[in-house]
């Protein structure tokens, strides 16, 4: 009975003693964690795990190591960095997270398989006033096999875009060596950190109405900077683009392949040469861009950009005229763009070419078996206002089918200087109805050569007002001052005159006829069309011209020796003519009726002041004997003869040999008042109304 009594005794201070000890081992390991959690590590703990990061390629310099509740490892206000050099970058972050391998734990081995980091920063010092930050990092580091190193979940912040990145990187430890991580300076060091502070402060514009989102996926060996393979996927606003590719070397050259649609409007920020920006003005843009293209160069050097692929666009206005669709392979290298088999689509209307260049170092585009269907106008409004204002006059009521080969300039026009390398030709093949000033026509093909200073229009043919028409033209526009000089040469053939005065004058007239005729004009200049010289001859058949004031001025006249005579439809007429400094002289100008002929010989000036003779000769065109019947009344005739003076609307006649007060039968009102001095008649006119 002692025995047990004893035993027990014994079980229980040993188990007294055994609470005691775990009391104190739980109050002892609560100190240990209380002094890592709020002290942090000791260094005989602290140092290995730094050792262990330092195999792996990593610095880490902190406040403390402490021991978290739930996170354990945690080193607080971190500061990754190898070298401490003025300009090079710097890493902070708020934590790293240890993950130690617990597996290896239980065979006491210290091993770290990976670190979460959060709340970091990297800084790139651009200059010694602008910095480069990438803010709110966050991400995940995990360490495998033949030093490689994969970065998950990287998320961070970046001058208003979101970035995710992730990626493997094989001899991680060998970034350490990277020229840029020691402050020294790589090939165009003052460049690309220019290049890149401009790139920063255009995002930070761009970002802030629409924050894009730009996620990254990395893949190499840092041995080899070349090796690095690069995936980013954009996400802007209504932008979808993929890159894949990477850079030559860390510092400068670059190699991608771009796929998806891109919304030009994005891009303005990002252009700082100010033709970049004049040119992107005159595009609206209704949907982005859909690009498939490999793009190559030099990160310092913009010039030194390659690409080549294919592009489409819809929906689309140059300088506000509007477009359906666009599509073209495309090759860009050395300032040069060229697009291979461009289509523009407009409704009906449609625009290709076998080939168009942008040479922006020539400052030309050029044109290679080009062929339209699309409205000149809106072709010139698209060119610019002041091809449009030029091209005001001439319309085509429906597109032409015109061929296109040659270059114009690519820079604005102010003046006929800046046309110097202009080398294009336009064929019009399929002609459509053609209005110029008052004029119209049905069809019109023909030739336009705008060879630098000089305009040729070569082989025009129209069908207009019930005949047709050919001829070609020479424009100079070398001389001082606006304008040119110019030469030019029309014939028409068998026009209805009737329908030609309805469009030049007025829709209410009785002239009739079929009018031919050519002129040529030799020399003259658009600073003054008063001033023109030139020649020619017209001839009319089955004409009625007597709606023509300076021609039918002798209408009543005739009417009084037998009545329809003056109305009398005109069987032929027709005449040469010289134009000399504005002035048009005609001495052979006939008009022959079935009962007279009428003789014109004088000169009309472009302001319509006329200076002429005519005479009407009797019975001249009775068959058989009318031209002995002329002879034997030719006393008679010189009642006849009168000098025209005045304007072709508003002529004055005077009798050569008949005292006017005769005719006044003939006109009794208007020769009165012709034969009165002007302020008697109307001071006399005025006092009998007054009466």
């Known amino acids: 009975m002692c025995h047990d009594m004893g035993f027990w005794r014994k079980c229980r201070f040993c188990a007294r003693w055994l609470r005691r000890t775990v009391l104190v081992i739980v109050v002892a390991l609560i100190g240990v964690f209380i002094w890592c959690n709020q002290i942090g590590l000791p260094n005989f703990l602290k140092q290995p795990l730094v050792e262990k990061l330092r195999d792996r390629g990593i610095e880490l310099e902190f406040s403390r190591l402490r021991l978290h509740l739930v996170r354990g490892l945690v080193a607080e206000n971190v500061l990754v960095s190898d070298l401490k050099i003025s300009g090079s970058p710097s890493l902070s972050f708020a934590e790293v997270q240890l993950q130690p391998d617990f597996y290896a734990l239980l065979r006491a081995q210290l091993q770290i398989d990976g670190l979460v980091l959060r709340r970091g920063k990297l800084n790139l010092p651009l200059s010694p006033e602008n910095t480069l930050s990438l803010e709110n990092i966050q991400s995940e580091l995990h360490f495998s096999t033949k030093d490689t190193v994969s970065l998950d979940n990287f998320k961070a912040d970046f001058q208003g875009a979101k970035i995710a990145l992730s990626g493997d990187i094989a001899h991680a430890p060998e970034i350490r060596s990277w020229e840029i991580f020691h402050g020294q300076k790589v090939s165009g060091h003052g460049e690309w950190r220019e290049r890149l502070l401009e790139f920063s402060a255009a995002l930070a514009k761009a970002s802030s109405t629409n924050a894009p989102q730009l996620t990254l996926a990395v893949s190499g060996d840092a041995r080899d900077p070349r090796s690095f393979i690069v995936k980013l996927a954009i996400l802007w606003g209504k932008t979808h683009l993929q890159l894949d590719g990477g850079k030559n070397d860390m510092a400068q050259n670059y190699s991608w392949r771009a796929r998806g649609a891109i919304e030009p409007e994005i891009l303005r920020p990002f ?197 047709s028409g050919h001829g070609s033209a020479f424009f100079d526009f070398s001389i001082p001052g606006e304008g040119g000089e110019f030469q030019f040469n029309a014939a028409v053939s068998n026009i209805n005159l009737h329908a030609l005065a309805m469009d030049l004058s007025s829709s209410k007239n009785h002239l009739e006829g079929r009018l031919s005729g050519e002129i040529t004009m030799t020399h003259d200049t658009t600073h003054d069309w008063q001033m023109m010289n030139g020649f020619g001859h017209a001839k009319l058949r089955d004409g009625l011209l007597w709606d023509i004031p300076v021609i039918g001025i002798l209408s009543p006249i005739l009417n009084m020796v037998a009545p329809g005579m003056g109305n009398s439809q005109a069987t032929d007429a027709g005449g040469k003519f010289t134009i000399a400094n504005g002035v048009i002289h005609s001495d052979s100008l006939e008009i022959d009726t079935t009962g007279a002929r009428l003789q014109y010989d004088g000169t009309v000036d472009l302001k319509q002041n006329v200076h002429a003779h005519v005479t009407a000769q009797l019975l001249r065109n009775t068959p058989v004997i009318g031209q002995i019947i002329s002879t034997i009344f030719w006393p008679v005739g010189k009642l006849f003869e009168y000098k025209v003076t005045g304007t072709l609307k508003n002529p004055k006649t005077e009798p050569v040999y008949v005292p006017r007060f005769l005719l006044m039968p003939l006109h009794p009102i208007r020769s009165i008042e012709e034969l009165l001095p002007a302020n008697e008649f109307f001071s006399n006119t005025n006092s009998a109304a007054s009466n």
């Open 271 to 467: 252009l700082t040469a100010t033709n970049a920006v004049r040119a992107l003005n005159h595009f609206t843009f209704g949907a982005p861009v859909v690009l498939d293209a490999n793009i190559s160069g030099d990160l310092i050097e913009p010039d030194s950009l390659n690409a080549n692929g294919r592009i489409a666009l819809t929906n689309l206005a140059v300088r506000g005229e509007a477009a359906d669709n666009a599509v073209s392979d495309f090759s860009y290298t050395n300032r040069v763009l060229e697009l291979f088999k461009p289509h523009l689509a407009r409704g009906s209307e449609t625009m290709d070419a076998d080939q168009v260049t942008l040479d922006f170092n020539a400052k030309l585009i050029r044109f290679k078996n080009g062929f339209s269907t699309a409205d000149p106008q809106s072709v010139a409004r698209a060119i610019g206002p002041k091809t449009a204002k030029l091209m005001e006059p001439y319309h085509f009521l429906r597109p032409p089918g015109a061929r296109v080969e040659g270059c114009v300039p690519l820079h604005d026009i102010n003046g006929v200087r800046d046309v110097d390398d202009a080398d294009i030709s336009f064929e019009i093949v399929e002609g459509k109805p053609f209005s110029c000033l008052k004029l119209n026509a049905q069809n019109v093909t023909g030739t336009i050569h705008w060879l630098g200073e000089t305009l040729i229009l070569t082989n025009i043919a129209a069908q207009c007002y019930g005949g």
